[in-house]
């Protein structure tokens, strides 16, 4: 099975064909707009915690290295779950804490801080929560997305509690940050809903080696990292040109 991280977990319930040994080459390419708003806005909310004030300095460095429409975004963004954390940050919660799971005994370790996500080499699964509480089992998760996040993130985010935590993990907590305001969205964990995602993430893996390609929406909107290489996926892709073709023809 090829590499996977958390963050490409929530594929796993559409596709798992991109996994494997013998499936296509992956390309991945430059993060794009959204990724760059939520990486950005991410980055500001774990400075606020570690060093206050240092995300402002960071922000305006950011922002000139940004497009105008990232900055603008991203300015929103901050300004909202800014004033959020001004109300619900605590000291005993972390930033930027990863884990490690092996896909084997499906058995979770804590790594750390990990500077821009250089995980160790090896066959683990890896991840970073954006703000872990250990002392309460607790993890949470900021989203930018316009869409609604929650299932999307459920597969990354239950694998994340698992590493963490294990069957004693007892809740996700998932923040969605707009331009509008921030929700919140908390998940109480039990020992029984750990183990049906234990359960879940061994049948995916499992599945890996005789997976087929599913090719849909997923492929994009999930950025699958074999979407420009499965044959599955540009065969539709091509389809679909043709299909536009014949219902726009060229004017002459």
Not at 141 to 153: F, I
């Amino acid at each position: 099975m090829k590499k996977l991280t958390m963050s490409k977990a929530t594929l796993l319930p559409h596709c798992r064909y991109w996994l494997r040994d013998d499936g296509p080459e992956w390309q991945v390419d430059e993060p794009g707009y959204p990724a760059l708003v939520g990486t950005t806005v991410g980055k500001m909310a774990e400075l606020y915690a570690t060093f206050p004030g240092a995300e402002d300095i960071e922000l305006e460095t950011d922002r000139m290295a940004s497009p105008p429409y990232i900055q603008r975004r991203t300015l929103k963004l901050w300004a909202q779950l800014r004033r959020w954390l001004d109300k619900n940050h605590t000291p005993n919660w972390e930033p930027e804490i990863a884990y490690s799971l092996d896909p084997v005994t499906l058995q979770g370790s804590r790594l750390g801080f990990v500077g821009d996500r250089k995980y160790p080499n090896t066959n683990n699964i890896n991840g970073t929560v954006d703000v872990v509480n250990e002392a309460i089992g607790s993890i949470r998760d900021y989203k930018c997305t316009h869409q609604a996040p929650w299932p999307r993130y459920w597969p990354q985010l239950g694998m994340l509690a698992l590493a963490a935590f294990g069957d004693e993990a007892k809740a996700i907590e998932l923040v969605h940050v707009t331009e509008l305001g921030v929700n919140s969205m908390v998940m109480p964990l039990t020992p029984a809903k750990m183990q049906s995602v234990r359960k879940r993430v061994r049948a995916h893996l499992d599945g890996v080696p005789d997976s087929e390609a599913m090719p849909g929406e997923h492929c994009a909107k999930l950025y699958c990292p074999a979407r420009f290489t499965c044959p599955q996926s540009t065969a539709k892709k091509t389809e679909r040109e043709k299909q536009n073709e014949t219902r726009s023809p060229a004017v002459q």
